[in-house]
């Protein structure tokens, strides 16, 4: 059972649920002056739970797409290196642009990411991350939509995972470091 490597729960279904309305009614109540569409860009693999619920949670018209960008590779921290594997499907040029990530940790990927999103043109661009790991950052970040901010442990759930397990658990907690050491 996948819920015997878990220390313990950090977010309940139930309030991961609460947050994600939250933000969807915050992102929401910014963008209803204007009736163009927000263009939401979910990073794989890790939003792509966030992301779904973070989308239906909006009430504007929203276009989305993906990217898989990553500087972990099979380790448990980053590289430094960040490799785009899956770019856009379509032009953000002009567009409300909202980068939907699970966690910023090192901050690594997506100042990158940022950074290589505006030479594309934008009318705005945004961050939206569910967890927040700031004692981590070593690249500077600055998010607009922030769940929750969290303390260095490794934590799993809802997209987040370890070794691609666990992403499919309802809440985060914290993975025991007996698995992953």
Known sequence: MMSNDIERISFSADEIRMRVQE???EIARDYRDDPEPIYCVGILKGAAVFFTDLVR???????FD?????????ATVS?????LLKDLD???????????EDIIDSGTTMHYLKQMLKGRHPKSI????FLSKPSRRVAPVEIDYLGHEVPDDFLVGYGLDY????RNLPYIGVL???VYE
Do not use: N, T
């Open 66 to 74: 993906f990217m898989i960008v990553s500087s972990y590779g099979e």
């Open 23 to 25: 933000l969807g009614a």
């Open 176 to 178: 025991k470091r007996s």
């Open 163 to 166: 070794a691609e397990k666990y």
């Open 90 to 100: 379509f032009s953000i040029e002009g567009k409300h642009v909202i980068i939907v």
């Open 126 to 129: 945004k961050i939206c991350a």
């Open 57 to 63: 949670a909006i009430d504007h018209p929203v276009a």
């Open 79 to 83: 590289s430094g290196q960040v490799k």
